[in-house]
């Protein structure tokens, strides 16, 4: 048995485990590349940062108050 995904792979199995479990082999042939790649664990991070922001964004329904500051130009209010 190969122990070592490639990096391709690794990028496929770590989309795939955002919508499902892996098998145990799999997961544990992804920890090692991770653990021994740092441009997989880097994708890692990323993919799982994504992940939990479209969760939070979806969680909240709207987002945050300083991010929308979209007030009608032109129509100073009380001057
Ligand atoms: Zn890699």
Redesign the pocket.
Known sequence: MNWMHS?KR?AELLSQRLDEPLGLIDEIKLRL?LSM?G??SHVEQQLEGVHAATADLFASGVPADDEAPQRPAGRPAGH
């Open positions: 990096c690794v590349h790649c441009n997989c």
